[in-house]
């Protein structure tokens, strides 16, 4: 999602449902995207990545997805739970990990009701 | 798997007082590190790059004579904020990466120190 000013957008789904998380990047040079969930007062955790030679990948319960074209990434959480609640960053590399730091898009914030 | 860890996890100091953040790399050598940081209710942003043994790199708008980074060893980066005020009060993120061709290529973050100037 996009933000609006300093607030973070909000998604909100109920506990069981699926979630999809999008991110918009800029840099087409990028080659390297990484999502991350980040807990009130930690540091970014990460879930799962991809590079730019895939467009889809899965892990145990999430799925990220790419879009080169348009330059778009997804995030889906399948049957979330309680503890899926949190901030969901993408954040994208240059050089498939190399020496550069990432850039962070401006997250979203997950909230799972029971 | 790979553990950073950054301490102190929240800091209060005076306004014009220093403060040094350590952040470790406990099982891997991580010949790079990286320092985010993040104000309430935004993301994360890269303030400078450090390579063990030589300077760092500051990202644009980032002032190093205030933001002071050594890389001495493979396993330790600091960061101090040098005559602290209020503005810099926020969550600091370290982050490192073992070398290349190594298991721990990814990037592995701290737990993040939030600090209070007052």
């Known amino acids: 999602g996009e933000s609006v000013g300093l607030h973070l957008p909000t998604l909100s789904v109920q506990e069981g449902d699926n979630s999809i998380i999008n991110c918009a990047y800029s840099?087409?040079?990028?080659?390297?995207f990484i999502w991350y969930k980040q807990e009130s007062g930690k540091g970014p955790q990460f879930i799962i990545d991809?590079?730019?030679?895939?467009d889809k990948r899965q892990g145990q319960r999430v799925t990220v997805l790419l879009n080169k074209t348009v330059k778009h990434l997804s995030l889906q959480i399948a049957a979330t739970q309680p503890g899926d609640s949190a901030v969901y960053f993408c954040?994208?590399?240059?050089?498939?990990?190399?020496?550069?730091?990432?850039?962070f898009g401006k997250g979203t914030h997950l909230i799972i009701q029971p | 798997g790979a553990v950073v860890s950054q301490h102190p996890s929240r800091v209060i100091c005076k306004s014009g007082t220093s403060v040094k953040i350590e952040c470790r790399s406990l099982?891997?050598?991580?010949?790079?590190m990286f320092w985010y940081r993040q104000f309430p209710k935004q993301s994360l942003m890269l303030m400078a790059t450090?390579?063990?043994?030589?300077?760092?790199?500051?990202e644009q708008g980032v002032e190093k004579d205030k933001f002071l980074i050594n890389h001495a060893s493979l396993t330790l980066s600091t960061l101090t904020v040098t005559s602290a005020h209020p503005e810099d009060s926020s969550f600091y993120i370290c982050?490192?990466?073992?070398?290349?061709?190594?298991?721990?290529?990814?990037?592995?973050f701290g737990s993040g120190t939030r600090l209070t100037v007052v």
């Open positions: 982050s490192a990466r073992a070398g290349q061709g190594t298991a721990n290529y990814g990037y592995t």
């Open positions: 840099n087409s040079a990028s080659d390297y």
């Open positions: 991809i590079r730019s030679n895939m």
């Open positions: 954040a994208e590399n240059i050089g498939g990990g190399g020496a550069d730091g990432l850039t």
């Open positions: 099982d891997f050598q991580a010949t790079t």
């Open positions: 450090s390579n063990e043994g030589s300077k760092a790199t500051y």
